[in-house]
Protein backbone atom coordinates (compact mmCIF):
# COMPACT_ATOMS: atom_id res chain seq x y z
CA UNK A 1 0.00 0.00 0.00
CA UNK A 2 1.43 3.45 -0.73
CA UNK A 3 1.89 5.87 1.77
CA UNK A 4 2.13 9.68 1.11
CA UNK A 5 3.68 11.72 4.32
CA UNK A 6 3.69 15.64 4.25
CA UNK A 7 5.85 18.08 5.49
CA UNK A 8 6.55 21.74 5.31
CA UNK A 9 3.46 23.86 5.83
CA UNK A 10 2.51 26.79 8.17
CA UNK A 11 1.87 30.27 9.15
CA UNK A 12 3.64 32.75 6.63
CA UNK A 13 3.22 36.43 5.96
CA UNK A 14 1.99 37.66 2.91
CA UNK A 15 5.06 37.49 0.15
CA UNK A 16 6.97 35.01 2.03
CA UNK A 17 7.93 31.35 1.27
CA UNK A 18 7.18 27.66 2.12
CA UNK A 19 8.60 24.70 0.91
CA UNK A 20 6.24 21.83 0.72
CA UNK A 21 7.80 18.09 0.82
CA UNK A 22 6.11 14.76 0.24
CA UNK A 23 7.45 11.34 0.22
CA UNK A 24 6.24 7.79 -0.89
CA UNK A 25 6.64 4.69 0.71
CA UNK A 26 5.49 1.61 0.08
CA UNK A 27 6.43 1.60 -3.44
CA UNK A 28 9.67 0.09 -5.16
CA UNK A 29 9.56 1.65 -8.49
CA UNK A 30 9.54 5.56 -9.72
CA UNK A 31 5.39 6.62 -9.81
CA UNK A 32 4.84 8.13 -12.77
CA UNK A 33 2.99 11.42 -11.44
CA UNK A 34 3.26 12.90 -8.48
CA UNK A 35 1.51 16.63 -7.37
CA UNK A 36 0.18 18.89 -5.48
CA UNK A 37 -3.65 19.77 -4.89
CA UNK A 38 -5.28 22.46 -2.04
CA UNK A 39 -8.40 22.73 -0.78
CA UNK A 40 -9.30 26.17 0.75
CA UNK A 41 -12.72 26.09 2.90
CA UNK A 42 -16.00 25.97 1.03
CA UNK A 43 -14.20 25.63 -2.02
CA UNK A 44 -13.32 22.27 -4.28
CA UNK A 45 -10.15 20.39 -4.26
CA UNK A 46 -8.14 22.28 -7.23
CA UNK A 47 -4.76 21.12 -9.05
CA UNK A 48 -1.56 23.56 -8.02
CA UNK A 49 1.11 21.33 -9.65
CA UNK A 50 1.74 17.95 -10.87
CA UNK A 51 5.19 16.85 -12.37
CA UNK A 52 5.93 13.28 -14.27
CA UNK A 53 8.75 10.59 -13.75
CA UNK A 54 9.65 12.03 -17.05
CA UNK A 55 10.11 15.64 -15.83
CA UNK A 56 7.31 17.06 -17.58
CA UNK A 57 5.04 19.54 -15.31
CA UNK A 58 1.92 20.97 -15.18
CA UNK A 59 1.21 24.78 -13.30
CA UNK A 60 -2.34 26.06 -12.09
CA UNK A 61 -2.37 29.03 -14.17
CA UNK A 62 -2.76 30.97 -10.56
CA UNK A 63 0.64 30.08 -9.00
CA UNK A 64 2.83 30.55 -12.73
CA UNK A 65 5.55 32.68 -11.72
CA UNK A 66 5.72 32.14 -7.74
CA UNK A 67 5.51 28.19 -6.91
CA UNK A 68 8.01 25.86 -8.59
CA UNK A 69 7.55 21.94 -8.86
CA UNK A 70 10.28 19.48 -8.64
CA UNK A 71 10.88 15.86 -7.70
CA UNK A 72 13.48 13.43 -6.62
CA UNK A 73 12.87 9.88 -8.86
CA UNK A 74 15.07 7.57 -6.88
CA UNK A 75 13.15 8.78 -3.64
CA UNK A 76 9.64 9.35 -4.76
CA UNK A 77 9.93 12.93 -3.32
CA UNK A 78 7.80 15.33 -4.37
CA UNK A 79 8.78 19.18 -3.69
CA UNK A 80 6.79 22.19 -3.84
CA UNK A 81 8.55 25.62 -3.40
CA UNK A 82 6.03 28.64 -2.42
CA UNK A 83 7.01 31.96 -2.93
CA UNK A 84 5.72 35.21 -3.38
CA UNK A 85 2.39 33.78 -0.64
CA UNK A 86 -0.99 35.36 -1.29
CA UNK A 87 -3.56 35.13 1.50
CA UNK A 88 -5.75 33.82 -1.10
CA UNK A 89 -2.98 30.31 -1.27
CA UNK A 90 -4.77 30.00 2.29
CA UNK A 91 -5.51 26.04 1.84
CA UNK A 92 -5.00 22.48 2.79
CA UNK A 93 -2.42 20.93 0.45
CA UNK A 94 -2.80 17.40 -0.83
CA UNK A 95 -0.01 15.52 -1.93
CA UNK A 96 -1.05 12.78 -4.95
CA UNK A 97 0.38 9.86 -6.39
CA UNK A 98 -0.42 8.43 -9.53
CA UNK A 99 1.04 5.74 -11.38
CA UNK A 100 -0.13 3.15 -14.42
CA UNK A 101 0.49 -0.63 -14.38
CA UNK A 102 0.15 -0.95 -11.24
CA UNK A 103 -2.52 1.14 -11.20
CA UNK A 104 -3.38 3.20 -8.09
CA UNK A 105 -3.91 7.12 -7.08
CA UNK A 106 -2.69 7.77 -3.41
CA UNK A 107 -3.61 11.02 -1.38
CA UNK A 108 -1.57 11.81 1.36
CA UNK A 109 -3.17 13.31 4.55
CA UNK A 110 -3.22 17.08 4.25
CA UNK A 111 -0.57 20.10 5.37
CA UNK A 112 -2.16 23.43 6.26
CA UNK A 113 -1.12 26.77 4.60
CA UNK A 114 -2.09 30.11 6.30
CA UNK A 115 -0.83 33.36 4.57
CA UNK A 116 -2.18 35.78 7.04
CA UNK A 117 -0.44 38.91 8.37
Known amino acids: QVRLVESGGGLVQPGGSLRLSCTASGVFFSINRMGWYRQAPEKERELVAE???????NLADFVKGRFTISRDNLQNTVYLQMNNLKPEDTAVYYC???????????WGQGTQVTVSS
Open 51 to 57: ITRAGNI
Open 96 to 106: NAENHLPSFRS
